[in-house]
């Protein structure tokens, strides 16, 4: 199993910065994929970024805006977001994948997510 607590979330004015932070426990090594998923009330679930391979994507709508870095120490990945807009408004979750010995489908963790807030 692979555990994800998250948090640093919050409410800020537009304009500001927040640092969410993602820890894992559990089978770590076994983790090929990490990202974090966004939803808004009333909207779908949606993806903000993704590492795999050492490579990071990012979704159009927060490109250059925010930043995915990781202390392998600590084993946390952490989600810098800056100049946030009340779009920005979401539960924010962590999530992590691997690959199954039984399914050509990757497993999917989540963490129990983190409210952030943007004020205009």
């Known amino acids: 199993q692979v555990h994800l607590v998250e948090s640093g979330g919050g409410s800020v004015q537009a304009g500001g910065s927040l640092r969410l932070s993602c820890a894992a426990s559990g089978s770590r090594s076994s983790i090929n994929i990490m990202g974090w998923y966004r939803q808004a009330p009333g909207k779908q679930r949606e993806l903000v970024a993704l590492t795999s391979g050492g490579s990071t994507n990012y979704a159009d709508s927060v490109q250059g805006r925010v930043t995915i870095s990781r202390d392998n120490d600590k084993h946390t990945e952490y989600l810098q977001m800056n100049s946030l807009k009340p779009e920005d408004t979401a539960v924010y979750y962590c999530?992590?994948?691997?690959?199954?010995?039984?399914?050509?489908?990757?497993?999917?963790?989540w963490g129990q997510g983190t409210q952030v807030t943007v004020s205009s």
């Open positions: 999530n992590a994948q691997r690959r199954s010995y039984y399914s050509a489908a990757n497993i999917h963790y």
